[in-house]
């Protein structure tokens, strides 16, 4: 009998913690990169598509900036996002167990590499950082792989200088975001700034993907008016997310949907994936290691 009971309890014990994998609600995170309401507009078929799937209510976050859904997603409140690659590296340093790379945005030329792009107003005569020098940078976000760290790793490499106001730069400024740096240099806030784009196709389009192409299709700004001053070298595009203490059924469930959402519906994945891309392909941690180092050594 005293053997049939430890068997009954060790029984019991290895199964509640499948019982209380049991999810109630998902919760999608997104990127700081427009306003708020666009980015839940672009993500609006995805979270349907998702509660379909899941079978329990599902909701979208779109916090003021990208350390929101950091915190999100290291503090359980967010199961999902897309992050960046800079913000990928800072929650693996905060907790390596806390989400899992599953997809990786492509680009149309099949490659999963994207750029942080330099520009300028076209009539203020700036066409190269030489001529930023003494004038006003705006950066996006603290926590943006193509707003702020590439940037400040690659372009004191050029300049010889470092970020600080006053030392190059006449002045470093951060916005707030992709969206808000594009708006700033447009309306002349702002002499010029980065933002991120595959780099493929045109320029008067915004290439084919990217913030400058979601600006473009949201009517902020005629590229026309702009022109590239700077171009870091390729960045390997940040993954989608999802935390590892969610039920193994749920991570497999969205991967496929995410996975064959471009040919599912082909307007959800524009909006998703902020313009023209192939779709997603899988991605590892491996693949962002040299981003991670990146990030050690700026907070060193």
Same mark, same amino acid.
């Given at each position: 009998?005293?053997?049939?009971?430890?068997?009954?309890?060790?029984?019991?014990?290895?199964?509640?913690?499948?019982?209380?994998?049991?999810?109630?609600?998902?919760?999608?995170?997104?990127?700081?990169?427009?306003?708020?309401?666009?980015?839940?507009?672009?993500?609006?078929?995805?979270?349907?598509?998702?509660?379909?799937?899941?079978?329990?209510?599902?909701?979208?976050?779109?916090?003021?900036?990208?350390?929101?859904?950091?915190?999100?997603?290291?503090? @359980?409140?967010? =199961? $999902?996002?897309? %992050?960046?690659?800079?913000?990928?590296? #800072?929650?693996?340093?905060?907790? &390596?167990?806390? *989400?899992?790379?599953?997809?990786?945005?492509?680009?149309n030329d099949g490659?999963?590499?994207?750029?942080?792009?330099?520009?300028?107003?076209?009539?203020?005569?700036?066409?190269?950082l030489a001529d930023?020098?003494?004038?006003?940078?705006?950066?996006?976000?603290?926590?943006?792989?193509?707003?702020?760290?590439?940037?400040?790793?690659?372009?004191?490499?050029?300049?010889?200088?470092?970020?600080?106001?006053?030392?190059?730069?006449?002045?470093?400024?951060?916005?707030?975001?992709?969206?808000?740096?594009?708006?700033?240099?447009?309306?002349?806030?702002?002499?010029?700034?980065?933002?991120?784009?595959?780099?493929?196709?045109?320029?008067?389009?915004?290439?084919?993907?990217?913030?400058?192409?979601?600006?473009?299709?949201? @009517?902020?700004? =005629? $590229?026309?008016? %702009?022109?590239?001053?700077?171009?870091? #070298?390729?960045?390997?595009?940040? &993954?989608?997310? *999802?935390?590892?203490?969610?039920?193994?059924?749920?991570?497999?469930?969205?991967?496929?949907?995410?996975?064959?959402?471009?040919?599912?519906?082909?307007?959800?994945?524009?909006?998703?994936?902020?313009?023209?891309?192939?779709?997603?392909?899988?991605?590892?941690?491996?693949?962002?290691?040299?981003?991670?180092?990146?990030?050690?050594?700026?907070?060193?």
């Open positions: 009998m005293k053997k049939l009971v430890a068997v009954l309890a060790a029984t019991t014990a290895l199964a509640t913690p499948a019982l209380a994998q049991e999810i109630t609600e998902f919760r999608i995170g997104i990127l700081g990169g427009e306003n708020a309401q666009d980015r839940l507009n672009s993500n609006e078929c995805l979270r349907e598509k998702a509660e379909d799937l899941l079978g329990v209510e599902t909701k979208l976050f779109a916090p003021a900036d990208y350390n929101g859904v950091i915190q999100g997603l290291l503090g @359980g409140t967010i =199961d $999902m996002a897309w %992050l960046g690659a800079s913000g990928y590296a #800072k929650t693996y340093l905060s907790d &390596p167990e806390a *989400v899992e790379p599953i997809l990786v945005k492509v680009n490659g999963y590499g994207y750029y942080s792009i330099g520009f300028a107003r076209k009539d203020s005569g700036i066409t190269s930023m020098k003494g004038k006003v940078f705006g950066f996006g976000d603290p926590n943006s792989t193509s707003g702020f760290l590439i940037p400040s790793i690659e372009i004191p490499q050029e300049t010889g200088a470092t970020m600080t106001s006053g030392d190059y730069f006449g002045e470093v400024k951060f916005t707030g975001g992709h969206e808000q740096t594009i708006v700033a240099v447009s309306n002349g806030e702002v002499d010029g700034g980065v933002t991120w784009a595959d780099g493929l196709g045109a320029w008067e389009d915004g290439f084919n993907s990217g913030a400058l192409r979601k600006a473009v299709d949201a @009517g902020l700004v =005629d $590229m026309n008016d %702009l022109v590239q001053i700077w171009q870091s #070298k390729p960045i390997p595009e940040g &993954p989608f997310v *999802v935390r590892k203490a969610l039920p193994a059924d749920v991570k497999v469930k969205m991967t496929g949907l995410l996975a064959s959402l471009k040919s599912m519906d082909e307007d959800c994945a524009y909006g998703v994936l902020q313009g023209d891309a192939k779709g997603f392909m899988p991605i590892t941690h491996d693949a962002y290691e040299v981003i991670i180092e990146a990030r050690k050594l700026k907070s060193n």
